[in-house]
């Protein structure tokens, strides 16, 4: 840690470390003891990284053409380098841009001092590893090479060594024995400064490279703008100017290419600096790419995103109702099987990918779980119950929420692990931690594009790529265009364009009135035309209106127009099959939906009334028939457990089924005239008697009907997981306080003045909530307290404080009576009273 920085950390104004701490919250978790301790802390290889991930492109350029530069580096200086990269845009809006970002760079504590001598904050120079592609300096690339390969390599390129082995020609040295300059300098650290010296001075490098081939300027113009090494093989080949014939021997052999392996090789900083042009970067823009995209109605997106958030709602109510009669089971290694996830996608009419969509936000809501037992089912949890029965707009924003925070990815399903196993939907590895984080990112740039546009792929990741340039990887384009696709599914964006309700969504985006153009500052507050108001309340007047009727046809079908509600759908997926859906859903009456319906404790007369009173046209003849022929035959045959039973007041029906010869894998026995008993489980022989075309009813060993609903398979599952709360910054009061702690604790430290004494007397008592209360408003103030606290032992002590914050159950604060920065309990602080 450099004494500099510290002293200029200590000499920043109360108001710059109030910035300090709230641009960066961990530096005061806990609160350092003093000065010291936070420029220690702000310098940590972990601390530097964080910040400098959260950099954007322009002020990262800024921070590695400062490290780059000799130092110190002045602000003029700096800005003429930058200004090279960007030639016809070094105007106005350059010399404003590079002012804010270096003052955002010094409030960040990541460079430090005054315009004349800038220098980057301890740390960052080791945290840039490769600054802008370009290899270490000549000096540490050739760190390994021994005194005589460093003479024999500063002779070849013209600077005959003299006794410190300095270039005689640049620093004055006086030749050797015989008036000979070539005398080699046998300790390595000066052959690597006169190296150094030589690439650094333009017209020895310039000189060189005319001496080589244009095979080996070539190799030079593959490492120029990085990455700045590559392989060779035999790299540290001993090589000599004279003797060198291969384009690589030209190139090691005048120090153009340094070896840092048996069979690698890197280009030195000073050359490539040279190769450049002087440019520390290719190209540079102080401002964001302007998001390029179709120009959409922005009316027409939200109500196409609102289309798509009901849908996707409904897809999940009917994975949650099909499951609930018909649940697959959990594979050994955990997940869905692919024939599953088909089925399902077969079910809900959706692509697997989007069906696989589905099952993930269901699951991580906590609506779908497997079930304990060993041979475990994916089953609704009770937590869809009380889900379903909440309005669609409520229920999409669970759904919609639950997405955007999960760890889980959905696009993933059928990848491959690095064991080359399949990735099934609701595997246990099917999450990565950096998804919420890019969910978010990426619908924050579809937020500040300009109103209706719709940015395509390619530009969002332009866009990412200059806000986190730190943070790309082929990996992380993945999940930026599963997001943009998983959103239009979800109904968050609709045509590409981010809803309204989908950009309330998002945490610390605000609406804003005004529009702004593209390409403008940036801020994701700057969204245009969007009204105030929660997901819910924006989504709520788009959605369509549900229906309470259906028309019935004579075919046997029901024809629902639109949306319906949410007690007639179940019914009607209960006593009907869904036989095709689009803008109308069509369902289709058969004797085994109707069974169902009967089998749940509906008679004849309750479908027929509840056909009726929803639907807008008459009964049709044919439907009648058939509700009443298909109940008059149910239940007249009775199942029950010997493994089972049919009971049957008919006895020539008995005989019908003892005749056929279908019945013969079931191992029937006459037991009476009107029973027959089987050794097959009543559910079996339930679904072989249905199969030879009759109607059976499952029984109770009481003797009464089993009623069977769809809603009764349930599993407790694990809980959903709680969306975590977006942290929007520290509160004033604590960073004010944290900030008088570290002052006072760097003034002890200082001055090293002795602990005060405690006050006589006996320690203060107060009631605990006076005591929080009295805390936080010494806080607020940055007044001193007496305490009483009890330590380990539970001996009451006697502490002058100044509080510092509150949280977790605990007090930082600035101990008088012992001249440091402590923790306290809260719950062993007996009282609490003032100093005088």
């Known amino acids: 840690m450099s004494t500099e920085f510290t002293e200029w950390l200590r000499g920043r104004s109360d108001d710059r470390l109030r910035a300090l701490v709230a641009a960066r919250p961990e530096l005061i978790t806990p609160v350092p003891a003093h000065i010291e301790g936070l420029a220690g802390r702000a310098s940590s290889p972990s601390a530097v990284a964080r910040v400098l991930d959260r950099l954007d492109r322009f002020a990262l350029a800024v921070l590695e053409t400062l490290v780059v530069l000799p130092e110190p580096v002045g602000y003029d200086a700096l800005r003429g380098r930058l200004a090279l990269a960007l030639p016809g845009a070094a105007g106005r809006p350059f010399r404003t841009a590079l002012r804010e970002t270096v003052e955002r760079l010094r409030t960040l504590a990541l460079l430090y001092g005054p315009d004349r001598a800038l220098a980057p904050a301890p740390g960052v120079r080791e945290a840039l590893d490769a600054p802008a592609g370009l290899g270490p300096p000549a000096a540490e690339a050739f760190r390994h090479h021994s005194p005589e390969r460093l003479a024999e390599l500063v002779h070849d390129i013209g600077g005959r060594t003299g006794g410190t082995g300095e270039p005689a020609g640049r620093n004055g040295a006086a030749p050797g024995p015989n008036g000979a300059h070539d005398r080699p300098d046998r300790g390595g650290t000066g052959g690597r400064e006169a190296l150094a010296a030589l690439l650094g001075d333009d017209a020895t490098v310039g000189r060189l490279l005319d001496e080589v081939s244009p095979q080996a300027r070539a190799a030079l113009d593959e490492l120029t703008w990085g990455p700045p090494s590559g392989r060779v093989p035999n790299a540290r080949r001993e090589v000599r100017a004279a003797t060198a014939r291969s384009p690589i021997d030209q190139l090691l052999s005048r120090a153009l290419l340094a070896a840092t392996g048996e069979e690698t090789v890197v280009l030195p900083r000073e050359v490539g600096l040279f190769l450049r042009g002087g440019r520390v970067h290719r190209d540079l823009s102080p401002l964001p790419p302007v998001l390029e995209g179709p120009a959409r109605d922005p009316g027409l997106a939200d109500r196409t995103a609102a289309g798509q958030a009901f849908a996707f709602t409904r897809a999940v109510e009917e994975l949650c109702e099909q499951w609930s009669a018909d649940p697959p089971g959990v594979l050994r290694g955990g997940g869905l099987a692919v ?486 309990a809260l719950h062993r602080i007996t009282g609490i009273a003032g100093v005088e």
Not at 554 to 559: K, S, W
Not at 623 to 634: E, F, G, I
Not at 776 to 785: H, L, Y
Request: proline share 7%; hydrophobic share 40%.
């Open 339 to 824: 024939r599953d996830l088909k089925r399902c996608a077969a079910l809900l009419d959706l692509p697997e990918w989007a069906a696989g969509l589905v099952i993930e936000v269901a699951h991580a809501a906590g609506l779908v779980a497997a079930s304990g037992s060993v041979d475990g089912e994916w089953l609704p949890t009770p937590a869809y119950d009380a889900w379903r029965v909440k309005g669609t707009e409520d229920r999409w924003v669970a759904l919609a929420t639950m997405w955007l925070t999960m760890d889980r990815v959905p696009g993933m399903i059928g990848d491959r692990d690095e064991r080359d196993r399949l990735l099934n939907a609701l595997h246990p590895d099917l999450r990565t931690s950096v998804a919420s984080e890019v969910r978010t990112t990426a619908l924050g740039v579809l937020a500040v594009a300009g109103p209706g546009v719709a940015p395509a792929l390619a530009s969002v990741r332009e866009r990412l790529a200059w806000e986190q340039p730190r943070r790309r990887g082929e990996r992380r384009d993945r999940l930026v265009e599963f997001t943009l696709r998983e959103a239009e599914q979800l109904g968050v964006t609709g045509l590409g364009v981010l809803a309204g309700h989908g950009r309330a969504l998002l945490p610390g985006v605000l609406d804003h009135q005004d529009p702004v153009e593209p390409g403008g500052s940036g801020d994701p507050r700057e969204s245009g035309g969007v009204r105030a108001g929660t997901a819910g309340e924006l989504l709520l007047p788009l959605l369509p209106e549900p229906l309470d009727h259906v028309l019935l046809q004579a075919d046997l079908t029901a024809v629902a127009p639109g949306p319906l509600t949410g007690e007639l759908r179940r019914w009607l997926a209960l006593a009907a099959d869904v036989e095709s859906t689009g803008g109308a859903t069509v369902y289709r009456f058969g004797e085994g939906s109707l069974r169902r319906a009967l089998d749940a404790g509906q008679g004849a007369d309750e479908i027929l009334a509840m056909l009726e009173r929803h639907s807008a046209t008459p009964v049709p003849q044919p439907l009648t028939y058939l509700v009443t022929d298909v109940a008059r035959r149910h239940g007249r045959m009775r199942v029950g457990t010997a493994s089972a039973y049919v009971r049957c007041d008919d006895p020539s029906l008995l005989d019908e089924v003892m005749a056929d010869r279908r019945s013969l894998p079931l191992r029937l026995r006459r037991l009476a005239p009107t029973v027959i008993a089987s050794k097959a489980s009543r559910q079996t022989l339930l679904d072989a008697l249905r199969a030879m075309g009759y109607a059976p009813a499952a029984e109770s060993l009481e003797g009464d009907v089993i009623i069977t609903q769809l809603d009764v398979r349930r599993t407790e599952g694990q809980p959903a997981v709680r969306p975590p709360v977006a942290f929007s910054g520290l509160e004033a009061d604590v960073v004010a306080a944290a900030v008088r702690a570290v002052r006072a604790g760097d003034a002890a430290h200082r001055s090293r003045r002795a602990p005060v004494s405690a006050p006589e007397g006996r320690p203060p008592r107060s009631p605990s909530t006076a005591t929080v209360d009295a805390l936080r408003e010494a806080i607020r103030q940055g007044s001193q307290v007496w305490i009483g606290y009890l330590d380990s032992q539970g001996n009451a002590t006697s502490r002058i404080l100044e509080p510092a914050r509150m949280e977790g159950g605990y007090l930082t604060a600035y101990d008088e009576t012992r001249a440091a920065v402590h923790r306290f």
